[in-house]
Structures are given as C-alpha cells and as structure tokens.
C-alpha cells in the first residue's frame, strides 16, 4: 500500500503542472468537444508511458539522446503552431455558452491529443526516466504497485481536469472569457516552447 501511495503522489506531482497537454484537455472540457475521446488519449498514453518506464524502457531513452533532441524540436514547432492558433482565435472571441455544442472533427481533436502528448519531451523525461527511475527504488513486485499508483494518479488528474472543467462554465459564458483563455493558452503554448528550445 505504501508503494501505491508513493506513486500516486509521485504521479500527481509531475502531471499537475500547466503545460501544453493540461491546456488542451482543459479546453476541450470547457467545449464539451470530444471530451472522453481525450481523457482517454492522455490517460492510457500516460499508462502506456508508466509501465515502459517501469519495465526499463527508460534505459533505452537515455542511450539515444538524438530521439529525445528530435522528439524536442518537433515539440517545438507543433507548440508554436498550437500557440499560433489559439492567439488567432482570440481575435475573434466565441459567442457560443461553456458546454454548448461545438462543432470539431473528432480526427483533428484526435491528432491534437496525440501530438501534445508524444510529441513533448517532458513526458520521456518526466514519465519514462523520472518515474521509471523512483519505481526500481522500490524493489520487486513494490515498483509495480508503485506503477499501478502513479497510473491511478493520471486516470484521476485527466478525468477531474476535464468533466471538472464544467464547474467553470458559468463564468465562461462570456466571449470575453473564451478570448482571455485563449490567449493564456497561447502564451502557456509559447512558454513551453522557448523552455524547450532553450533546453530548460
């Protein structure tokens, strides 16, 4: 059980920050657009990533640092283009009310949720090398049970981050509000990007 915790605190930890991926699960939370198709992108990528850290993929990572610095400047540029795209949405502010119906090709919305998950080096570092690191201090079977908690952690965070996103729909019924968040998005988008860029 104190495995379990362990990496349930330890997920949560590393998955809570704002980055480009929380942004757009957000987002699609405050839209009502292809919601659970998301959460279930980013959760079971996320479980994907745990158990390969786990069972010793990390190692293999850290061998070929020119994957991590390719996988790092396509980062880069799909975050530009993302940041670009909400900062033109924000020129033209949304009338449409926080929930109602929006009109977005499920294979877009897809694609999205798949790039800013695997194309964002910080999920290798983080979740792969980090997690898969402080999992093997725990011994057999204890690194698994570890696993399982830090699997849990991302299930939860996604989940909540999205359908709890609903919560903040009263206050986004104003277009005003929709341009405003598109615009920390935007910035949230350019940030990630420059850290990477700059190595950070």
Known sequence: MGDLVAGLLTGLSLIVAI???NAFVLRQGLRRSHLGLVVAVCALSDVVLIVAGVAGIGVVVDRAPWAVEA????GVAFLVVYGVGSLLRARRPQSL?????VVERRAGVLARA?????????VYLDTVLLLGSIAGTHGEPGRWWFALGAC???VLWFAGLGYGARLAAPRLADPRAWQVLDVVIGLVMFGIALRLALGA
């Open 152 to 154: 849990v952690a991302s």
């Open 71 to 74: 996988i790092r400047w396509l």
């Open 114 to 122: 798949v790039a800013l998950t695997w194309l964002n080096p910080h």
């Open 97 to 101: 009310a926080a929930g109602d119906a």
């Open 19 to 21: 980055g480009a991926q």
